[in-house]
T-cell receptor
């Protein structure tokens, strides 16, 4: 059963704490993406990765970090520098080929600050 | 500018009616325009998409109309059903770093179809 999995579904962060959101895909896609979704603001791109061991900042990368050590995994760390981390985080992947490629989204992780 | 402007923010229609959502963009580097449907607590799913060299694309009850000169595109949902109640996002795609495609999303439209 191919797809994208994100864990956990809900995550609670204390002040000053770093937390890591997991994203795994078994679609054999090259490209992976992280988005942040806030009410009324649509989805905003945090980071994306075209290939293993390389990634690029998106529009709102400050306070976040990523790694891409394996093709199927693209974890996102929300650092203590991110002052307003409460949001719904979505991971996506795509084949990365051609203008008509589709991005497939995972079910999301909702991050809340205690 | 990579902004995509979407309207209305919310939309209520009666069952069987037509739902219309509009989007506008500025950056002419965008070359693919998908629409996504999102149910509460779920990730968005691709609904329908269009290339800028096509003026209209229809898939079942869903139609995209595209006006390249005006840099506008819209989603029409015919015979709207309560099951269509969801948030709809327009998006615009362009090539970013390397060959990775970047999606810029509109702010979303929350559609409610009344039974």
């Amino acid at each position: 059963d191919g797809g994208i999995t994100q864990s956990p579904k809900y995550l609670f962060r204390k002040e000053g704490q770093n937390v890591t959101l997991s994203c795994e895909q078994n679609l054999n896609h090259d490209a992976m993406y992280w988005y942040r979704q806030d009410p009324g603001q649509g989805l905003r791109l945090i980071y994306y990765s075209q290939i293993v061991n390389d990634f690029q900042k998106g529009d709102i990368a400050e306070g976040y970090s990523v790694s891409r050590e394996k093709k199927e995994s693209f974890p996102l760390t929300v650092t203590s520098a991110q002052k307003n981390p409460t949001a719904f985080y979505l991971c996506a992947s795509s084949s990365g080929i051609g203008p008509q490629e589709t991005q497939y989204f995972g079910p999301g992780t909702r991050l809340l600050v205690l | 500018q990579q902004q995509v402007k979407q309207s209305p923010q919310s939309l209520i229609v009666q069952k069987g009616g037509i739902s219309i959502i509009n989007c506008a963009y500025e950056n002419t580097a965008f070359d693919y325009f998908p629409w996504y449907q999102q149910f509460p607590g779920k990730g968005p799913a691709l609904l329908i998409a269009i290339r800028p060299d096509v003026s209209e694309k229809k898939e079942g009850r869903f139609t995209i109309s595209f006006n390249k000169s005006a840099k506008q595109f819209s989603l029409h949902i015919m015979d709207s059903q309560p099951g269509d109640s969801a948030t709809y996002f327009c998006a615009a795609s362009m090539t970013g770093w390397g060959s990775a495609r970047q999606l810029t999303f509109g702010s979303g439209t929350q559609l409610t179809v009344l039974p």
